[in-house]
């Protein structure tokens, strides 16, 4: 029987980084509560020219590079992100013009020519929805691959309550027929329920308002921003919620009882850290009849010996890479398999054949939860990832220069020996281009 999944895997994290304890001292916040609470060390952060389409574009590059992967044989590129740089234009096709303007050389003008590029949205779930989306298609054509891209820059207003758990980057993984790193069950668990817990909105502001709106602009201007309205604790009970309802759902799918025994790693969305040790605590007690009836028993359960050998087993090596990064929103649930199967590399563990729970969670807000078995040949995939080490070459930043990041009052990199996809300028001139982006790669 052919098998289906991932055959490959690259990422990439931008290269400027800020201590969490920088900025807990700053905001007034004991660094522990960050560190020892939430498990945060390091947030990620992109460079003046660096963006969803850069990160997408070179964790793509990455993967063609390091796999020896020739693009004209991948049949569609499908991007999750909540990033998006253009309502109507994909992220995903910015992405995909760089890397095949760079790659020109080697394999000709527009080798993804024939590819099928698009984007998919629902929050921190759309990197998932794009792989699920991407199985379908090759279970359906055997002979053809794709590639899934989650790239997403988690940015939250300064001095509000997310601050601390931003992070960004992205993550690339080649799916196809017979696999090398992790067979992926047709099995999937799904939960959706519409709520508010977390969404970025157009605002709205009348013209009377901005200081030097043109004359032309109507009289009330909508703006969207990067910064989402979000309700911190309505979104995890939303979260446990969701996961709670796809478990069950996948149980029902499988005939199984207790399907998260059999499960080597669970793999979490993780918007910080800690996260997803901590809203499994419900599923947990239920499926071993627990009470988790108040917030005292619940405390307790998350406390006790037996819970916590199970994550120290099955959840904390997942959590590694996400401490030294923060959220990746759409690629944070990817980085965590990556942190898992580093680190059990690292430690020459043998995972062949053992099974992978993944506990996926997008905001608005559906769950997804399903299975993969490692392959025989996934050394010969992690071996060339180095993630521990790649994140302790990264520059350190001040919190000035931080904010200064963050408000887009810098012109030039922060970091003198950035080499990559940039940004190079917005058009501003042109009527018809007005407000096109162009990239290209800097040596």
């Known amino acids: 029987m052919t098998k289906f999944g991932v ?5 990439y994290v931008p290269s400027l980084y800020l201590e969490i304890k920088d900025l807990a001292e700053k905001r007034g916040i004991e660094p522990a509560k960050l560190e020892k609470g939430l498990g945060l060390h390091k947030m990620a952060l992109p460079d003046v020219h ?10 793509l590059l990455k993967l063609i590079k390091d796999y020896n992967i020739n693009p004209k044989e991948i049949s569609r590129v499908y991007l999750g992100t909540e990033s998006a740089l253009d309502a109507a234009k994909p992220t995903a096709t910015y992405a995909v013009q760089m890397v095949e303007e760079l790659l020109s050389g080697e394999f000709g003008e527009r080798s993804f020519k ?23 298609f090759v279970r359906a054509n055997p002979l053809k691959k794709a590639i899934v891209i989650a790239s997403d820059y988690a940015k939250y207003e300064l001095a509000s309550s997310g601050e601390y758990t931003q992070g960004g980057g992205a993550v690339a993984l080649l799916v196809s027929a017979n696999p090398r790193l992790i067979e992926i069950d047709n099995n999937w668990g799904v939960a959706t329920e519409s709520v508010f817990d977390f969404f970025k909105p157009r605002r709205h502001h009348s013209k009377s308002e901005l200081n030097s709106a ?16 979000f309700d911190g604790q309505y979104s995890n009970q939303c979260y ?7 478990y069950q759902h996948y149980k029902e799918q499988t005939f199984t009882v207790r399907p998260y025994e059999d499960w080597r790693y669970l793999i ?39 819970y916590i050998n199970f994550i120290n ?22 980085m965590a398999l990556l942190s898992a199967l580093q680190t059990s590399f690292n430690d020459n563990e043998d995972l062949t054949e053992k099974e992978i729970g993944f506990l996926a969670y997008g905001s608005g807000s559906k769950s997804k939860v399903f299975v993969g078995k490692i392959s025989p040949e996934w050394k010969s995939v992690v071996e060339k990832w180095n993630v521990f080490e790649s994140l302790k070459n990264r520059l350190a930043i001040d919190f000035e220069t931080y904010e200064k990041l963050h ?32 990239y290209s790669y800097q040596n």
Request: hydrophobic share 35%.
């Open 50 to 59: 660096e963006d969803a389409a850069t990160f997408a574009a070179e964790a």
């Open 268 to 306: 979490f969305h993780l918007p910080y850290a800690f996260h997803g040790k901590r809203v499994f605590t419900e599923i947990y007690s239920l499926e071993n009849h627990l009470d988790f009836s108040d917030a005292e028993k619940q405390k307790a359960i998350a406390k006790s010996e037996d």
């Open 114 to 136: 024939n590819c099928d590029v698009v984007d998919m949205t629902f929050a921190c779930v759309g990197g998932v929805d794009a792989l699920h989306n991407s199985l379908d």
């Open 7 to 11: 055959d490959a895997a690259s990422f």
């Open 240 to 246: 446990q919620d969701r996961i709670r309802e796809a």
């Open 214 to 229: 043109p004359e032309n602009y109507p009289d009330k201007i909508e703006v969207f921003t990067d910064e989402p309205v």
């Open 313 to 334: 087993e099955k959840i904390e090596k997942s959590q590694r890479a996400s401490s030294e990064i923060g959220n990746m929103y759409t690629a944070s649930i990817f």
């Open 407 to 438: 408000r887009k009052q810098l012109d030039s990199s922060v970091n003198p020996n950035y080499k990559g996809f940039g940004l190079t300028r917005v058009e501003k001139e042109s009527p018809v281009l007005k407000g096109a982006r162009y």
